[in-house]
C-alpha cells in the first residue's frame, strides 16, 4: 500500500525542519532543546534520532527560528488541508501573518474592531479603558471566501433573494473572507509563551461576532512539563499540537514522570500530533 497524503506531507515536514532550524549544535545539543536541562537535552536529542539525521549548526537567533517554523506549519498546513475538500469544501487561503499587512479585523467575525480602533484613537480615555487585547495577529491564518449563490446552488435551488439574507457565507450578503482558524506557533515554550498563546485565544473568543475560529497551537518543544503548561485546561485553545508526538512519547519513556504526563495530555483529548491538524481542522 502506498504512503498516505498526510503521512508523505508529515515526512516532508520533518525533512524541512531536519535541514533548516532542527539542528545539533556542536556541542551535541538539539536546537529545540534547553542546554541547561537535562531532560529537554535528552528528549530532544532522541526526537532527532528517531526522526533522521540532522546537520550540525548553531542555534538561529529566537526570532528567526520562530518565523521559520510558522513558514514550515503555513506550508504543511497548505499541502494537506486544501486536499480534504471531500470533507471542507470551499475557497480557502492559508496564510503566515508577516508585520502589518493582515489583522482579524479583515475577516467577517472581527470586522468591528477596525470601528472600535479608530473611536480609541480619537479618545484617550476609551483607549485607555479598552487597552489593546483587540489587536490580535495570530501567526497563521486559515479562511474561506463567501460563495456564490451559483456555488451553493450547484445540487439544487438552495437559497432564493427571499431568504437567507445575513449570513455571511452568500457573497450575495457580505464579500468579507471568514476566519476559520488560528494557529500559533511555538517552536518552544516558556512560561510566558504558554501564558501569551492563552490570552491570544482568550482575546478571540471575547471579540469575536459570529462563529468561534478554530485556536491551536503547534509546538516542537521536547520537554512535557513545558507542554502540560499550555495543553491541560480548556477554554483559551482548541488543542495543542506537537510537531513529533509518536516520537516524543518513545522518547520520553526514559523519565516515566513525563511519559505520564505526556499520556494525561493525549488521553484528555488535549494533545495530538501535527499529522490530525489538518482532518482536525475539517471539523
Known sequence: ????????????????????????????????????????????????????????????????????????????????????HGLRPGIWHIRQVTGKRMTISQFEQFAHLDALDRAAKSNPELATALGNDYFIKPDIMVYREPESDEAINRSGVIVDRLSANLTPIRKSNSHTPILHASISCKWTLRSDRAQNARSEGLNLVKNRKGPLPHTVVVTGEPVPARIASLALGTGEIDMVYHFALPELIEAAQQFPDASELIKIMVDGKRLKDISDLPLDLCL
Do not use: C, W
Open 1 to 84: 500500500m502506498s504512503e498516505s497524503l498526510i503521512s508523505q506531507a508529515r515526512s516532508q515536514f520533518h525533512r524541512t525542519l531536519l535541514d533548516g532550524i532542527l539542528t545539533v549544535n556542536p556541542a551535541g545539543v538539539a536546537t529545540n532543546a534547553d542546554k541547561d536541562s537535562a531532560i529537554s537535552v535528552a528528549i530532544g536529542s532522541k526526537i532527532i534520532e528517531l526522526l533522521g539525521t540532522s546537520r550540525s549548526a548553531e542555534r538561529l537567533p529566537g526570532q528567526s527560528s520562530g518565523n521559520k517554523f510558522e513558514q514550515i506549519v503555513r506550508d504543511y498546513v497548505a499541502d494537506t488541508f486544501p486536499h480534504l
